[in-house]
Protein backbone atom coordinates (compact mmCIF):
# COMPACT_ATOMS: atom_id res chain seq x y z
CA UNK A 1 0.00 0.00 0.00
CA UNK A 2 1.50 3.48 -1.12
CA UNK A 3 0.97 6.84 0.24
CA UNK A 4 -1.23 7.62 -2.54
CA UNK A 5 -3.83 5.14 -1.95
CA UNK A 6 -3.93 5.71 1.92
CA UNK A 7 -4.30 9.48 1.59
CA UNK A 8 -6.90 8.69 -1.50
CA UNK A 9 -8.93 6.39 0.70
CA UNK A 10 -12.09 5.90 -0.35
CA UNK A 11 -15.44 6.43 1.83
CA UNK A 12 -18.05 5.20 -0.34
CA UNK A 13 -18.68 1.69 1.27
CA UNK A 14 -18.73 3.81 5.50
CA UNK A 15 -22.72 3.76 6.70
CA UNK A 16 -23.84 6.90 6.68
CA UNK A 17 -25.38 8.30 9.78
CA UNK A 18 -28.10 10.99 8.87
CA UNK A 19 -29.10 11.18 12.33
CA UNK A 20 -26.00 12.60 13.77
CA UNK A 21 -25.95 16.50 14.48
CA UNK A 22 -23.61 18.35 16.67
CA UNK A 23 -23.51 19.01 19.51
CA UNK A 24 -25.82 16.12 19.86
CA UNK A 25 -28.40 14.87 22.33
CA UNK A 26 -26.50 14.77 25.53
CA UNK A 27 -24.36 17.34 25.08
CA UNK A 28 -26.91 20.04 24.30
CA UNK A 29 -29.57 18.52 27.33
CA UNK A 30 -26.82 18.51 29.94
CA UNK A 31 -25.39 21.88 28.48
CA UNK A 32 -29.32 23.53 28.88
CA UNK A 33 -29.89 21.69 31.94
CA UNK A 34 -26.72 22.82 33.98
CA UNK A 35 -25.22 25.72 32.46
CA UNK A 36 -28.59 28.32 33.14
CA UNK A 37 -28.13 26.63 36.61
CA UNK A 38 -24.13 27.26 36.90
CA UNK A 39 -24.73 31.00 35.43
CA UNK A 40 -27.21 31.93 38.23
CA UNK A 41 -25.64 30.32 41.44
CA UNK A 42 -22.54 32.81 40.00
CA UNK A 43 -24.69 35.27 40.15
CA UNK A 44 -26.35 34.61 43.73
CA UNK A 45 -22.87 34.37 45.40
CA UNK A 46 -22.01 37.79 44.60
CA UNK A 47 -25.28 39.70 45.25
CA UNK A 48 -24.54 41.11 48.58
CA UNK A 49 -21.84 43.20 46.77
CA UNK A 50 -22.22 46.46 45.14
CA UNK A 51 -22.36 45.97 41.26
CA UNK A 52 -19.19 48.37 40.30
CA UNK A 53 -16.05 47.68 40.20
CA UNK A 54 -13.87 48.99 43.09
CA UNK A 55 -16.26 47.31 45.64
CA UNK A 56 -15.96 43.88 43.07
CA UNK A 57 -12.44 44.38 44.00
CA UNK A 58 -13.02 44.81 47.59
CA UNK A 59 -15.25 42.02 48.06
CA UNK A 60 -12.31 40.22 46.76
CA UNK A 61 -10.44 41.11 49.28
CA UNK A 62 -12.27 40.48 51.59
CA UNK A 63 -14.02 37.01 50.87
CA UNK A 64 -11.60 35.77 47.92
CA UNK A 65 -13.20 32.34 48.02
CA UNK A 66 -16.62 33.15 47.83
CA UNK A 67 -15.72 35.80 45.06
CA UNK A 68 -13.47 33.53 42.93
CA UNK A 69 -16.43 30.48 43.55
CA UNK A 70 -18.83 33.04 42.28
CA UNK A 71 -16.76 34.56 39.17
CA UNK A 72 -15.89 30.87 38.18
CA UNK A 73 -19.61 29.79 38.69
CA UNK A 74 -20.83 32.50 36.20
CA UNK A 75 -18.14 32.29 33.50
CA UNK A 76 -18.15 28.59 33.29
CA UNK A 77 -22.15 28.68 33.36
CA UNK A 78 -21.08 31.06 30.27
CA UNK A 79 -18.93 28.62 28.99
CA UNK A 80 -21.00 25.52 28.82
CA UNK A 81 -24.13 27.66 27.33
CA UNK A 82 -22.26 27.32 23.94
CA UNK A 83 -23.65 23.59 23.30
CA UNK A 84 -26.97 24.45 24.72
CA UNK A 85 -27.34 27.35 22.21
CA UNK A 86 -25.88 25.67 19.34
CA UNK A 87 -29.06 22.78 20.21
CA UNK A 88 -31.97 25.41 20.68
CA UNK A 89 -30.82 27.21 17.50
CA UNK A 90 -31.29 23.79 15.83
CA UNK A 91 -34.68 23.04 17.36
CA UNK A 92 -36.11 26.86 16.13
CA UNK A 93 -34.18 26.48 12.97
CA UNK A 94 -36.17 23.70 12.09
CA UNK A 95 -39.58 25.73 10.94
CA UNK A 96 -37.48 29.77 11.78
CA UNK A 97 -34.26 29.60 10.02
CA UNK A 98 -33.02 33.01 9.31
CA UNK A 99 -33.90 33.67 12.92
CA UNK A 100 -32.31 30.84 14.63
CA UNK A 101 -29.23 31.41 12.25
CA UNK A 102 -28.82 35.33 13.43
CA UNK A 103 -30.03 34.51 16.87
CA UNK A 104 -27.78 31.51 17.36
CA UNK A 105 -25.04 33.63 15.42
CA UNK A 106 -25.37 37.02 17.60
CA UNK A 107 -25.81 35.21 21.05
CA UNK A 108 -22.66 32.81 20.46
CA UNK A 109 -20.37 35.96 19.75
CA UNK A 110 -21.63 37.57 22.95
CA UNK A 111 -20.48 34.55 24.72
CA UNK A 112 -17.01 34.48 23.80
CA UNK A 113 -16.62 38.31 24.42
CA UNK A 114 -18.57 37.62 28.14
CA UNK A 115 -15.19 35.02 28.06
CA UNK A 116 -12.91 37.88 27.07
CA UNK A 117 -13.81 39.92 29.89
CA UNK A 118 -13.85 36.90 32.27
CA UNK A 119 -9.93 37.08 31.85
CA UNK A 120 -9.71 40.35 32.53
CA UNK A 121 -11.50 39.84 35.59
CA UNK A 122 -9.08 37.11 36.91
CA UNK A 123 -6.29 39.54 36.10
CA UNK A 124 -7.70 42.17 38.30
CA UNK A 125 -8.23 39.95 41.03
CA UNK A 126 -4.65 38.74 40.71
CA UNK A 127 -3.87 42.64 41.26
CA UNK A 128 -5.75 42.93 44.24
CA UNK A 129 -3.25 40.25 45.58
CA UNK A 130 -0.26 41.54 43.89
CA UNK A 131 -0.25 45.74 44.18
CA UNK A 132 -3.22 45.79 46.89
CA UNK A 133 -6.40 47.02 47.32
CA UNK A 134 -5.51 50.62 46.41
CA UNK A 135 -2.94 50.22 44.04
CA UNK A 136 -5.50 47.52 42.05
CA UNK A 137 -8.37 49.54 42.01
CA UNK A 138 -6.07 52.81 40.58
CA UNK A 139 -4.99 50.64 37.52
CA UNK A 140 -8.22 49.47 36.99
CA UNK A 141 -9.74 52.86 36.73
CA UNK A 142 -7.21 54.06 34.90
CA UNK A 143 -7.37 50.96 31.96
CA UNK A 144 -11.17 50.83 32.31
CA UNK A 145 -12.58 51.54 28.70
CA UNK A 146 -9.91 51.06 27.16
CA UNK A 147 -9.91 49.97 23.34
CA UNK A 148 -10.02 46.22 22.23
CA UNK A 149 -12.06 44.85 19.49
CA UNK A 150 -13.51 42.33 21.10
CA UNK A 151 -16.14 45.23 22.65
CA UNK A 152 -17.23 45.51 19.17
CA UNK A 153 -19.25 42.12 20.37
CA UNK A 154 -21.03 43.22 23.22
CA UNK A 155 -23.95 44.78 21.58
CA UNK A 156 -24.89 41.23 19.49
CA UNK A 157 -25.26 39.15 22.58
CA UNK A 158 -28.56 41.73 23.24
CA UNK A 159 -29.81 41.62 19.93
CA UNK A 160 -29.05 37.86 19.80
CA UNK A 161 -31.38 36.83 23.06
CA UNK A 162 -34.37 38.62 21.39
CA UNK A 163 -34.23 37.31 18.69
CA UNK A 164 -33.70 34.09 19.93
CA UNK A 165 -36.45 34.71 21.76
CA UNK A 166 -38.68 35.81 19.22
CA UNK A 167 -37.74 32.60 17.27
CA UNK A 168 -37.98 29.88 19.73
CA UNK A 169 -41.70 31.32 20.38
CA UNK A 170 -43.04 31.64 16.64
CA UNK A 171 -41.74 28.42 15.89
CA UNK A 172 -43.29 26.57 18.75
CA UNK A 173 -39.86 25.71 20.40
CA UNK A 174 -41.18 27.77 23.89
CA UNK A 175 -44.27 29.27 25.12
CA UNK A 176 -44.67 32.91 25.62
CA UNK A 177 -44.28 33.09 28.91
CA UNK A 178 -41.06 30.63 28.62
CA UNK A 179 -40.00 33.00 25.58
CA UNK A 180 -40.66 36.29 27.34
CA UNK A 181 -37.86 34.59 30.35
CA UNK A 182 -35.72 34.26 27.17
CA UNK A 183 -35.79 37.38 26.01
CA UNK A 184 -34.90 38.60 29.71
CA UNK A 185 -31.18 37.97 28.88
CA UNK A 186 -30.96 40.39 26.37
CA UNK A 187 -30.78 42.97 29.65
CA UNK A 188 -27.97 41.35 31.17
CA UNK A 189 -25.06 44.16 31.92
CA UNK A 190 -21.86 43.26 29.81
CA UNK A 191 -18.54 44.27 30.86
CA UNK A 192 -15.66 43.92 33.24
CA UNK A 193 -16.08 42.85 37.08
CA UNK A 194 -19.67 43.58 37.18
CA UNK A 195 -21.76 42.28 39.77
CA UNK A 196 -25.23 41.87 40.60
CA UNK A 197 -28.35 43.05 40.32
CA UNK A 198 -32.05 42.39 40.68
CA UNK A 199 -32.43 42.04 37.08
CA UNK A 200 -29.37 40.39 36.69
CA UNK A 201 -30.55 37.60 39.04
CA UNK A 202 -34.22 37.70 37.38
CA UNK A 203 -32.55 37.30 33.95
CA UNK A 204 -30.80 34.30 35.29
CA UNK A 205 -33.41 33.15 36.81
CA UNK A 206 -35.70 33.18 33.32
CA UNK A 207 -32.84 31.35 31.51
CA UNK A 208 -33.09 28.74 33.88
CA UNK A 209 -36.97 28.55 33.64
CA UNK A 210 -36.50 28.93 29.63
CA UNK A 211 -34.06 26.10 28.79
CA UNK A 212 -33.51 23.71 31.89
CA UNK A 213 -37.33 21.94 31.27
CA UNK A 214 -35.81 22.05 27.45
CA UNK A 215 -32.60 20.43 28.09
CA UNK A 216 -34.75 17.65 30.12
CA UNK A 217 -36.85 16.87 27.15
CA UNK A 218 -34.06 17.14 24.88
CA UNK A 219 -32.27 14.29 27.30
CA UNK A 220 -35.24 11.91 27.49
CA UNK A 221 -36.20 12.14 24.10
CA UNK A 222 -34.87 8.91 22.45
CA UNK A 223 -33.66 5.42 24.22
CA UNK A 224 -31.91 5.72 27.35
CA UNK A 225 -28.70 3.77 28.18
CA UNK A 226 -28.23 1.61 30.65
CA UNK A 227 -26.30 1.77 34.27
CA UNK A 228 -23.33 0.53 33.11
CA UNK A 229 -22.99 2.74 30.24
CA UNK A 230 -24.02 5.78 32.20
CA UNK A 231 -21.61 4.27 35.13
CA UNK A 232 -18.99 4.11 32.57
CA UNK A 233 -19.92 7.58 30.81
CA UNK A 234 -19.42 9.23 33.98
CA UNK A 235 -16.14 8.11 35.33
CA UNK A 236 -14.54 8.31 32.11
CA UNK A 237 -15.51 12.23 32.13
CA UNK A 238 -14.68 12.71 35.72
CA UNK A 239 -11.34 11.26 35.12
CA UNK A 240 -10.70 13.49 32.02
CA UNK A 241 -11.88 16.76 34.12
CA UNK A 242 -9.04 15.73 36.40
CA UNK A 243 -6.58 15.24 33.88
CA UNK A 244 -7.38 18.64 32.30
CA UNK A 245 -7.22 20.01 35.66
CA UNK A 246 -3.76 18.90 36.46
CA UNK A 247 -3.04 19.70 32.98
CA UNK A 248 -3.77 23.28 33.24
CA UNK A 249 -2.40 23.98 36.39
CA UNK A 250 1.14 22.64 34.94
CA UNK A 251 1.19 25.51 32.77
Not at 14 to 25: A, I, Q, S, T
Not at 127 to 136: D, H, I, P, W
Request: with cysteine.
Amino acid sequence: MNLKNVLNRNTDHLPVNEDFWFPGRWIGGISMVLAPILFLVGMLLRIQFHFFFPQQLEAFRDHPTLMVASYNFFIFGNILLFPAIITLARMIGKKKSQLALWGGMFVMLGLFARTFQGGINHLAFQLVNVQGLESATKTIADLYGAFNLMATLNGTILFGWLILALGAYLSGTLGLIRSICLGLMAGLMMGVLKGTTLFSVLAAAGLCVALVPLGVKVLTDGPMPGWKVTLGWTLGICLLIALLYFLGQAG
